[in-house]
């Protein structure tokens, strides 16, 4: 295909924009106002999307490629990654080849290296930029801000959070809800000693890149610790709030045992999943995948599961899905 141009930007440097930067072109699709400017703004005759088919939103990628189309006239074409790793590994790969990349995902962990990297280009001077960013929280712009310049536009700001099963909760006989991860680790024990249940907490805690490391963060955050200071100096040394944190997650594991050894095994989806069979009382989760367990059409335990409303949970963005 030609190098086509876009208000100043070339081609090649436009359909590097990866991340929320490609949801960009998304948002023109999904019926925002036509004044920010981006409405024809597209001089291209397909665009391309790296994303993965995960959570159930295939029907909503799908409607809004056709809206994009409708609004700008453009096919978009969707490379279909099974998970996240793939995606992301999808992206370098047709990066280094050269191949065509005009929307895509990145994380806020992949920002500072696919940034220097020039895997992604700032949107700062894109036209229409400005008026999405007055519309975000402070939290939403501060995900798509790096040394000065915006790099693209996120699709959602999630919370790690605390769940917790009513009837079994009840069953256990417990009145009051605990206020601290060692009222609920010491309610769980309890739970366990009295035979209600083999395994009353399950944690997300699956190896990947947002998983058993957001469980720990979102550990450390609900006893206002911190992994690193502001210059990314690790605090983890003895009788720190991360080292302590992870010592109690690793007992729930191995000491008091109350902790479902799967949880090694449960990302995401998974562990909501086997949260929502009834067979524990605790579990974390993010508050958007809450309803694989309350959902009648895919839990048996519909209805039963809450949030804690205890120690606000860290906000965990992620940008660009």
Same mark, same amino acid.
């Given at each position: 295909m030609p190098n086509k141009t876009l208000r100043g930007l070339s081609r090649r440097d436009f359909i590097r924009l990866s991340a929320a930067g490609g949801s960009l072109a998304l948002a023109g699709g999904l019926g925002l106002k036509p004044g920010f400017g981006l409405r024809r703004a597209f001089a291209q005759d397909e665009l391309s999307l790296v994303y993965w088919t995960v959570d159930g939103d295939e029907a909503a990628i799908n409607a809004a490629m056709a809206l994009f189309e409708r609004d700008f006239g453009v096919p978009v074409v969707w490379d279909q990654q099974p998970n996240i790793e793939e995606t992301n590994q999808r992206i370098l790969t047709k990066t280094i080849a050269g191949d065509q990349i005009d929307v895509g995902v990145m994380h806020f962990f992949n920002r500072a290296a696919w940034t220097e990297q020039g895997i992604v280009q700032p949107i700062t001077d894109l036209p229409g930029v400005d008026a999405y960013l007055e519309q975000m929280l402070p939290a939403a712009r501060d995900l798509v801000t790096y040394q000065g310049e915006i790099w693209g $536009?996120?699709? /959602? $700001?999630? $919370? *790690? =959070? !605390?769940? !917790? *099963? =009513? #009837?079994? /909760? #009840? #069953?256990a006989g417990f009145e009051s809800l605990p206020t601290s991860l060692e009222e609920l680790g010491e309610m769980a024990l309890k739970a366990k000693m009295d035979g209600v249940m083999d395994y009353p907490i399950v944690w997300q805690a699956g190896v990947g890149l947002e998983h058993i490391g957001d469980t720990w963060i979102m550990l450390v955050s609900s006893k206002g610790g911190q992994l690193f200071d502001e210059d990314f100096n690790p605090l983890m040394e003895s009788g720190s709030v991360a080292r302590e944190t992870l010592q109690w997650w690793r007992d729930t594991f191995q000491e008091t045992q109350v902790a479902d050894p799967a949880s090694l095994e449960l990302r995401w989806i998974p562990a909501i999943r086997a949260h929502a069979t009834g067979n524990h009382i605790f579990s974390n989760t993010r508050e958007r995948y809450m309803n694989f367990a309350n959902d009648p059409a895919q839990s048996e335990t519909a209805g039963q599961h809450q949030i804690l409303p205890w120690a606000p949970p860290p906000m965990m963005a992620t940008s660009g899905r």
């Open positions: $536009l996120p699709y /959602f $700001l999630s $919370l *790690n =959070t !605390y769940i !917790y *099963n =009513t #009837e079994r /909760f #009840e #069953e």
